[in-house]
């Protein structure tokens, strides 16, 4: 069965300090990768996706991760964050086989930035 | 350009009630699916609709049903509701010609079973 874990549950940064959050997935086939993003009182927003080629990918917000596939792992990284990034983050996988694009979402990271 | 939209926001209801949850998918969109988000948790697959028929299904008990109406909007209906029922429910749509499938989620209905 498909699985996605997300190592950190609460991580607490300062202004300007650098972010990595952790992302492995469980799956024989091949996948998509999705990072979303809850900010406070608002709905689940894509942050950024992987479906294949540069295994580098860059999203909204000066976000980026990178995906590992000897790894199963799909980390988001921000070289600098700000107080705005406050929020939750997901991390998402679905079988490219699948015709319906059903979601499979880790448990979710806290992200804490103090001003 | 309208986005997900869920009704309604918050719902209070005692157990063994039957609650029913809504939502509009984005403009353009033909797909609807529902997840179920507990507290600290990621949202869990519910099932989907396209087509006004459930396409795929979680691991939910048949208390939960859906519908899908022509105007691609559907419903979420729970009965026999129990306390652990109490949940955001994420309504997300797609469009089925999109072969990469991205989803876009509504803001939630809060779902409180006393």
């Known amino acids: 069965a498909q699985s996605v874990s997300q190592h950190n549950h609460h991580v607490i940064l300062s202004e300007a300090a650098s972010l990595e959050l952790g992302c492995n997935y469980s799956?024989?086939?091949?996948?998509?990768l999705f990072w979303y993003v809850q900010y406070p009182g608002q709905h689940l927003q894509l942050l950024l996706k992987y479906f294949s080629g540069d295994p580098l990918v860059k999203g909204i917000k000066g976000f980026e991760a990178e995906f590992i596939k000897s790894k199963f792992s799909f980390n988001l990284r921000k070289p600098s964050v700000q107080w705005s990034d406050t929020a939750e983050y997901f991390c998402a996988v679905n079988a490219k086989s699948s015709n319906t694009g059903k979601l499979i979402f880790g448990q979710g990271t806290t992200l804490q930035v103090k001003p | 350009d309208a986005g997900v939209t869920q009704s309604p926001t918050h719902l209070i209801k005692t157990r063994g009630q039957q609650v029913t949850l809504r939502c509009s998918p984005k403009s353009g969109h033909d797909t609807v699916s529902w997840y179920q988000q507990a507290l600290g948790q990621g949202p869990q697959f519910i099932f989907q609709?396209?087509?006004?028929?459930?396409?795929q299904r979680g691991n939910f008990p048949d208390r939960f049903s859906g519908h899908q109406f022509p105007n691609y909007s559907s419903e979420l209906n729970v009965n026999a509701l129990l306390l652990g029922d109490s949940a955001l429910y994420l309504c997300a749509s797609s469009f089925m010609g999109d072969p990469k499938n991205i989803q876009y989620f509504g803001a939630g209905t809060r779902l409180s079973v006393l």
């Open positions: 609709y396209y087509e006004e028929e459930e396409r």
């Open positions: 799956y024989g086939g091949t996948v998509n």
